[in-house]
Each structure stands twice: as C-alpha cells, then as structure tokens.
C-alpha cells in the first residue's frame, strides 16, 4: 500500500541540456497568447491557432531531450479480448500560456538579450547584423540567447500545473503554470492526394522575400506558380503600391519544383509575415497547397549539429469580399 508520503511519480518528465533550443523553437509560433500541448511516448507537440485561418506547430521530438519519460493513462482491458492490445495510452492533452512559458524560459537571460529578443523588428526573429546573416544555427548560439542551464519539464497529470526547472551555475528555480482545459482545435487540413504545388528552397530567400514585400505595407500575399514562366512569383498589394518578387526556376534556387498547372492564391500577409521568426532561423522550406487553397509552409530548423527539428504553418486562403472580385481578375488577366 502506498504511502501518502510517498513521492508523487509525474505523468510526464523530459530534461533538456538547452534551454535555448526550447526557446527558439516555441517562439517561431509565438502568435497567440496559448498554446495547445499534445504530449506523447514521441514528444512534444506545441499548436497554436490564429481566429481559425492560421495554424502554427512546433515539435519537439524525445531525442532532443537528454532524458524523456511518458507514462500515459492505458484504459482498462475489456475480458471480452481474446488478446490484450499493446499499451499505447492516449496522449496528454493540455493548454497553457504560451507567453508565460518563454518568459520563463529566458529567465536566466542577461536583461540586454531579453530586450533584444523581445523587440519587434521583424528582420531575422530579431536577430540582427553579422549574428543573423552567419546562418540558421547562429540562432542557437550561446552569445545570442545566453542560455545554456539545464530545463526540466514534468506535469502530474491531467489538471495539474506544468512544472518548469531551470538550473544554471548551481541557481535552480522552480515555476509552475497554470495548464486549461483544451478547447477543441479543428485541424486546417492539407488534402495531401490534391497537392497542386510543392516547392522547396532555402528558407532564407522566402525570408527575404516577404521582408522585401513588407515596403508597400501589403494586407494581402498572392502566391502564383506555373510550370511556365514565371514558375514562382509573391506579390503583395496594399495603400502603398504593390509588389513583385519572382523565383526562376533554377535547381540550385527551388531544390524541388512540382507544379503540373497554374496556381494562384491569396492570402492575408499579416498571417504569412507571423511565419517570419521561422523563416529566419530555418535551413530549408517546403511550400505546399492543395485544390481548396489550404497553405503548408514547413520549416526544418537545425537545432544542434545534425539534429533536425520542424515548425509547421498552415493558411486559408483569402476569401474575396464583395467587390474584390474584379480587381482581382484583372491582376489575373494581366498575368
């Protein structure tokens, strides 16, 4: 019989050796104030929604953890089974602040990093200079984040508060958030047997690109690709003018270049530009849509010498408002 002194032996614990690397990857998707964590024998799923239209996903896999345990609740077996299924348990599901949980994570970040981290310049996540333009893993870089202490992260279960242990230099602090009830999040779905388009290319030009678009202080992104020229085209429209940035078809530019027809969508660049962070810090893109319009931009992001993590982002398309209907057709005419 168990004590009630007895230790309480936590759902769910993992140990990270990087704080910075939880950081970055969290804050790719830093665009809503919760996110929804689905945590599982094979990691950490973050998700976060913006009004129904933006999805956004980072996962963080159990070998980015030095140490990973995951004891789910296994439903009890029916004695009608000839045979009993292997235990699987289902995931823990629960919500939290997403913003609660990155201040936290910085912590022991000098106060100059916290404000550099936290500005609003949207050149690179924030990362400016030299530091950004030497590459991706410069954003895992100890002078950029000044994070290098041991996380543990543990949860009890379901109701139970999300458990953060943050240890540097022989200072441990213990934070505990508040987790909620999850409310149900509909996943955008990507009809992957109706692909129309699916590039991929350096994260870093797709970066530049959108940044390069932003002069006009566009409200809306239209995407074209055809298999003829030109085969990859962003233009943006907005009060100040519009804009054209187009890709040709090299290898060495778009890696991977699958396009059987013409494509053209349109969608709010305010929801693109809150992918920007990702862009900044990713190696490569994948930029897919299907026949219903529905945007998939993932990013594998190198979080430590060839080990690989993913931040996913999906997009509905831009529904014309009366009286956008001809102004767009005569953009498409003109193409």
């Given amino acids: 019989m168990a004590s009630s002194h007895d230790p309480i032996i936590p759902m769910f614990r993992a140990v990270s050796s990087s704080t910075r690397q939880l950081f970055q990857l969290l804050r790719c998707i830093n665009f809503a104030p919760r996110a929804q964590v689905h945590i599982s024998k094979i990691g950490l799923r973050f998700t976060v929604e913006e009004s129904r239209v933006m999805q956004g996903q980072a996962f963080l896999d159990q070998s980015l953890f030095t140490s990973y345990a995951f004891k789910p609740v296994v439903a009890e077996a029916n004695e009608d089974d000839a045979e009993p299924e292997e235990e699987e348990g289902e995931p823990l599901v629960l919500e939290i602040s997403l913003s609660s949980l990155l201040e936290t994570l910085q912590i022991f970040a000098s106060n100059d990093v916290k404000d550099r981290w936290s500005s609003r310049d949207p050149t690179y996540g924030g990362v400016t200079g030299s530091m950004a333009r030497g590459g991706p893993a410069a954003a895992f870089d100890n002078r950029v984040l000044g994070m290098a202490g041991l996380c543990c992260l543990s949860c009890a279960g379901v109701g139970e508060p999300l458990c953060i242990v943050l240890e540097e230099t022989g200072v441990t602090t213990t934070c505990e958030l508040v987790t909620y009830e999850p409310e149900p999040m509909a996943e955008i779905p990507l009809q992957t047997d109706a692909i129309s388009q699916k590039i991929i290319m350096k994260a870093s030009w797709l970066h530049d690109a959108i940044t390069e678009l932003s002069s006009t202080s566009p409200t809306r992104l239209t995407i074209v690709a055809s298999p003829t020229a030109p085969y990859f085209a962003l233009s943006s429209s907005g009060p100040l ?72 982002f999906r997009f509905v398309a831009y529904i014309a408002e009366e009286g956008d209907g001809d102004e767009e057709d005569e953009e498409n005419e003109k193409d």
């Fill in 241 to 312: 003018g519009s804009a054209t940035v187009e890709f040709s078809k090299d290898p060495q530019l778009l890696e991977t270049f699958y396009v059987p027809r013409r494509v053209v969508n349109t969608y709010k660049y305010s929801l693109i530009k809150g992918a920007s962070r990702a862009m900044g810090m990713a190696t490569k893109v994948s930029i897919r849509s299907d026949d219903q319009g529905v945007l998939s931009l993932q990013f594998i992001v190198e979080v430590d010498h060839d080990r690989f993590s993913f931040v996913d």
